[in-house]
């Protein structure tokens, strides 16, 4: 191992100039304690929506190759504003872009993999005592095309890059503390966890705790690279993420919700073997990922199939499905954007009956409808409408009495 550790800064801890200049202070301090620091820097706060904002209302879907130069851009106005911020506190540094470190990945525009960092310059100027800041977020492909990795990516550039490194341990520095119970922003009663392993973290990010992108965590897993998440605002604790077992796996670990999903429903399908199938297959081969699915039980030889898929990715879905029951004679398109998917994380559910009775009926005692449900091992989650999401997090967060 070496001394040398990674920093990523989201764009929540970079809304402003004077905000770059916080940062750079953060980066000197742990400088002159003798560690190395490599900075991964996010674009500032707002900056990547509004740029697929701006996408959007040129190009309805919009080209992936052209879609991917566009949001790639704020993270290259980061590491250039972090990089003179550095300099200004007396810091040698050099920003990088995917580019110039030739960082490649796959081909998926939008949500592509990283597959290798050339870390040869990166090396030299932690010889020479220069701090480098990259851009999080972005690679390149075989061509020299740019590409980015899907929203939150920065975290998972910068766990790549601890990682290539071979880095004590990767810093995601944000705007809240570390991990917590549930979302701060949502519910004030949420606490933070200050230990968690691998497992619970990957459940709690897939599931909506977008304090981390699952990528970053299922990466750090596979190479067992500790994780600490602190806050860029205060000098506190945080939360570490690594493989070490927790002595006694807590029951519940938190409540995480999404509202990035959206609910297709296709009415009157033929109620045969093979339908499932046809329906999902050219949705998959679409590259679109569908999660929580339900049949319902047909009456008139004919059924609804119910699925969900990333709401960015709903309007392509029912265009899909629209074809595809045309084709077989089916019933219209249902679009429901109105939904979020409200989840209980906990590794201790594995030996404990009943949290799935106490969760439905809390939400029950709340007048919530639960409109679809899905479960593994160690998570519950349901669909429910958006507006009572946050009402259905606090009920949940009581009920397993998160707070303590
Ligand atoms: P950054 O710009 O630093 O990448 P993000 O907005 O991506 O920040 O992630 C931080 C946000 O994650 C917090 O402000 C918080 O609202 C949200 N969040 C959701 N669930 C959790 C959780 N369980 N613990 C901490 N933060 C959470
Ligand atoms: N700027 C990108 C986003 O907003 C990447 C990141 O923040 O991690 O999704
Ligand atoms: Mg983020």
């Known amino acids: 191992m070496s001394n040398i550790v ?53 190009q309805e879907i919009p080209d992936p ?7 790639s851009s704020g993270e290259q106005v980061s590491v250039a504003l972090l990089a003179m911020s550095l300099r200004s506190e007396n810091l040698k540094s050099k920003s990088y ?29 932690i010889s020479s005592n220069i701090t480098p800041v990259i851009t999080g977020f972005q690679g390149i492909n075989e061509e020299g095309d740019v590409t980015t990795l899907g929203r939150g990516g920065s975290d998972t550039s910068a766990v790549a890059l601890a990682v290539a490194l071979n880095a004590e341990e990767c810093q995601i520095y944000t705007d809240v503390n570390g991990v917590y119970t549930t979302d701060p922003n949502v519910y004030e009663n949420a606490k933070k966890i200050d230990k968690l392993t691998f497992e619970e973290m990957l459940e709690l990010s897939s599931l909506g705790a ?28 945080g939360t570490l993420i690594n493989g070490d077992e927790n002595m006694e796996d807590a029951l519940i670990s938190g409540v995480a919700h999404t509202n990035d999903e959206a609910k297709l429903t296709i009415r009157k399908v033929p109620d ?27 009456e008139d030889k004919t059924t609804d199939f119910t699925f969900t898929v990333k709401r960015e ?3 392509e879905a029912k265009k899909i499905l629209t074809d595809l029951s045309e084709e077989f004679g ?52 349901v669909i429910v409408k958006e507006d009572s999401a946050h009402k259905a997090v606090k009920s949940l967060h009581d009920a397993f009495n998160l707070e303590k």
């Open 272 to 298: 045969i073997p093979g339908i499932a199938a046809k329906i999902i297959e050219p949705i998959s081969a679409q590259g679109i990922e569908v999660d929580i699915i339900i049949q319902n039980v047909s």
């Open 65 to 71: 190759r052209e879609y991917d130069a566009l949001i």
């Open 330 to 381: 089916g019933g219209e398109i249902e679009l429901n954007e109105d939904i979020s998917k409200v989840s209980l994380v906990g590794v201790g559910m594995k030996s404990h009956a009943g949290v799935a009775a106490t969760m439905f009926k809390t939400l029950a005692e709340n007048k919530i409808n639960i409109e679809m449900i899905s479960t593994s091992e160690i998570k519950i989650s």
């Open 210 to 237: 977008k304090v981390l992108q699952i990528r970053s965590v299922e990466f750090a897993s596979k190479y067992n690279m500790p994780i600490r998440v602190k806050s860029s605002f205060t000098n506190e604790e």
């Open 97 to 125: 872009t995917a580019f110039q470190l030739d960082l490649r990945t796959d081909d998926y525009h939008g949500k592509a993999r990283i597959s290798s960092i050339d870390t040869k310059n990166l090396l030299m100027d």
């Open 6 to 58: 990674i920093q990523k800064f989201g764009g929540t801890s970079l809304a402003d100039t004077k905000r770059f200049k916080a940062v750079a202070k953060i980066i000197k301090e742990t400088s002159e304690t003798g560690k190395k620091v490599v900075a991964v820097v996010s674009a500032m706060a707002g900056e990547t929506q509004r740029l697929i904002d701006l996408a959007k209302g040129v």
């Open 313 to 315: 990715k709903a309007f």
